[in-house]
């Protein structure tokens, strides 16, 4: 009886080794060619929207109210709805995210109950943002009755960003050496004393992240203010959080909407003012991520 001979492992390793070197090669130039494609995709779009919207971008854009002249419009109303609703979102979603990111990573029991909470934020993190929207408005706007202020819109991109938060907390946490935890509790700390001063200052710029992709998605979503029925035309400033309120990219949207050349122009202003203001926070978080993680590595 015949005994089948096991292939060295050299032999196995050098196995179709020119084949799947040359594959290697393919798909590094696929992937290259991809990411200039989509370079270079991205700068002419904002080329496009600079160059189209340069001449409206004034003083007047920034501080008058929307107008059914384009050369009155302004961004005003929209504008000062963004920081109100961005505000009251991250008063929200940032400690509620943390706290729950820490409870399932450091104090949860490891059973069917946590593993199931942890599949259904995973899966949260992927819904369609109009999905949020709708749940926003049936269950802040109808059923608690907060109608369509303020206060329902954070709530609603709350829900929206909380997994973000929670997802990159998670991972964040996981990341910080076991070592550090063991240290701490030689010297006799606390499981919180552990947390609060080696664990989170540790993670705290992984946890930033988490923070900067939540906002950004937040202050560019326009389906869930849609489906909450956020005004399009507001000629006031909200002053509490229960008063009405509309947010740059409805404003935006409604500009594109319409007919006029103009509009389409004042839209595309609209845009850059956007853009550098998400570039802007997301540069602030940038900074402080960078600051925080080489005080963590000192």
Do not use: C
């Amino acid at each position: 009886m015949s005994q089948a001979t096991t292939p060295a492992p050299q032999e196995v390793f050098s196995r179709r080794l020119p084949f799947r070197k040359s594959m290697g090669k393919g798909a590094y130039v696929v992937f290259i060619l991809t990411f200039i494609a989509g370079i270079f995709g991205l700068v002419t779009l904002l080329a496009q929207v600079l160059i189209q919207g340069w001449d409206w971008l004034t003083p007047g854009l920034i501080f008058n109210y929307p107008s059914r002249f384009p050369s009155q419009a302004g961004l005003r109303s929209a504008l000062m709805g963004t920081v109100w609703v961005m505000s009251i979102t991250a008063g929200f979603s940032i400690p509620i995210g943390i706290g729950a990111a820490i409870y399932l990573e450091e104090y949860a029991p490891k059973n069917w109950l946590t593993r199931l909470i942890e599949v259904n934020i995973s899966n949260l993190a992927g819904v369609p943002s109009i999905i949020y929207g709708l749940l926003g408005l049936a269950l802040f706007v109808q059923w608690l009755a907060l109608g369509r202020s303020v206060l329902a819109g954070a709530l609603t991109m709350t829900l929206l960003i909380l997994p973000i938060i929670i997802l990159a907390s998670r991972e964040a946490i996981r990341a910080v050496p076991r070592t550090y935890r063991e240290a701490a509790y030689a010297l006799g700390a606390t499981h919180w004393q552990v947390d609060k001063s080696v664990t989170l200052p540790a993670a705290f710029p992984g946890i930033l992240t988490g923070i900067i992709l939540g906002m950004s998605r937040a202050i560019g979503e326009s389906a869930p203010m849609i489906a909450i029925s956020a005004l399009v035309y507001l000629t006031f400033v909200p002053s509490s959080p229960m008063d009405r309120f509309t947010v740059l990219p409805i404003q935006i949207f409604n500009w594109i909407s319409r007919p006029q050349e103009d509009f389409r122009s004042l839209a595309a202003a609209g845009i850059v003012v956007l853009l550098v203001i998400l570039l802007s926070m997301n540069g602030i978080a940038i900074y402080l991520r960078n600051r925080f993680q080489k005080r963590s590595h000192d």
